[in-house]
């Protein structure tokens, strides 16, 4: 249990100016067609691959400095942190991720990416803004110029972040270890962030009390065996039919150990193995990706995991040195788990602002590591939510149709992006003001 700044901001000023759902909305509009919609096309068209995001930091740090915020750049490789201190009161962190994907767009807009870059590694990839990162560093850029037009509606400590390398899951880890909550204050007394969805129409918004995201794990299991000519497996140990044992076992890991009221998701994405069709070789390659909510299934998972793919080995009678040898990556995307206090709190904000459009969702077993704001010994409670972003027309056809429209991830993928930021601009700056005037609310985080 963490009690949680709850009182101090009650040091607004009397009489500060109440900004209604009308003239918030109407201001955040007006910020879009003079300000926003230019700079959204200026991150559309120019994407960088996970911490090669030089020109997009650079872009938000300018937008940020302007308005009044003190940025510090290079935060965890290519991150940025902006602070604008303003009075007595809880410290409130938004959070905006910025990297694109390693992907040609096909989405035939006029500023559609073009763009052809090395990755942090040297490689050579198109890049496009397939996960819509796009809207969201300018959501943030809006929400941040609002807050700092309009001082006299709160009091405290804003803290704005331009993550890199949410795509590759390391981006919130750099920034943590290069000490985001040491260098700039003390760990925030929350952090709040959205994410643009385009499974959901434009203009709806939901969030997930609790677990909201899974854990993420890579698993890779080498399988060994004895090579030997293909017209004569006696001879030999054949990794390719072990490898199939050891698949076919693994799907017992959540149908017949898990619980049926937890959730669990064991997938071999890859098998590969030989290099001809009569040779038997000495090696197949297991590509894994393991879901999770709580730490403890995790766990069951992963070592289980090992005990069949050793298992199946010794009853192949392989000796152990041939033994499969297992990777587990050690830096993975944590579960989402948004604080129960903060979201009722947040969802309530939500509400009263959009209504009918707020609905709770159900969790998903995909990953994302702003997670890792919550999972560090201060038990910081985060909340993040999500603004439905496919545009009216194209719903309306995929309805009809049957078929699901283009979303995250696709070369396709173009949301409504005036919906989508001005939604999630306004959604950020109402929860920010809720919890300057009313402090952040005491509870438990996972």
Known sequence: MRRLFSAAACALALGAPAFGQ?????????????????????????????????????????????????????????????????????????????????????????????????????????????????????????????????????????????QPAEEIGLGAYEMLNDGLYERFGGAPDAVVSFHTWGYMPAGEIRYVPEYAMANVDTVDVYVRGVGAHGASPHLGKDPVVLGSQIVMNLQTLVSRELSPFETGVVTVGAFNAGTKHNIISDEAHLQITVRSYTD??????????????????????????????????????????????????????????????????QPVTGGEDFARYGRTDEDVPIFMFWV????????????????????NHSPFFYPDAEAAITTAGEGMIAIALDLFDEGVPAGETE
Do not use: K
């Not at 040195?321 to 009722?344: F, G, K, Q, R």
């Not at 972003?389 to 979303?407: F, H, L, N, R």
């Open 22 to 162: 009308d003239a918030l909305r109407t201001e955040i509009a007006t910020d879009y067609e003079s300000h926003l919609e230019g700079l959204y096309r200026h991150f559309h068209a120019n994407p960088e691959l996970s911490f090669v995001e030089h020109e997009t930091a650079a872009r938000l740090a300018e937008e940020l400095r302007e308005a009044g915020f003190e940025v510090t750049e290079g935060v965890g490789r290519t991150g940025i942190v902006a602070v604008l201190e303003n009075g007595e009161g809880p410290t409130v962190m938004l959070r905006g991720d910025m990297d694109g994907l390693p992907m040609e767009e096909r989405t035939g807009l006029d500023f559609a990416s073009e763009v052809v870059m090395e990755d942090r590694n040297g490689n050579s990839f198109p890049a496009m803004h397939a996960c819509a990162h796009d809207t969201h560093v300018t959501a943030l850029i809006g929400a941040g110029r609002w807050m700092a037009e309009n001082r006299e509606a709160w009091s405290g400590t804003l803290v704005l972040i331009g």
């Open 388 to 407: 439905g972003a496919t545009p009216d027309d194209v719903w309306a056809e995929a309805q009809e149709t049957g078929e699901a429209p283009p979303s």
């Open 296 to 361: 403890e299934v995790r766990e069951q998972l992963l070592t289980g995991i090992e005990r069949i793919a050793r298992g199946q080995a010794e009853a192949a009678g392989l000796p152990e040195a041939l033994m499969p040898e297992i990777e587990i990556e050690e830096v993975y995307t944590p579960a989402v788990y948004n604080d129960p206090a903060l979201s009722a709190r947040a969802g309530e904000v939500l509400r009263d602002r959009f209504g009918e459009a707020v609905q709770i969702g």
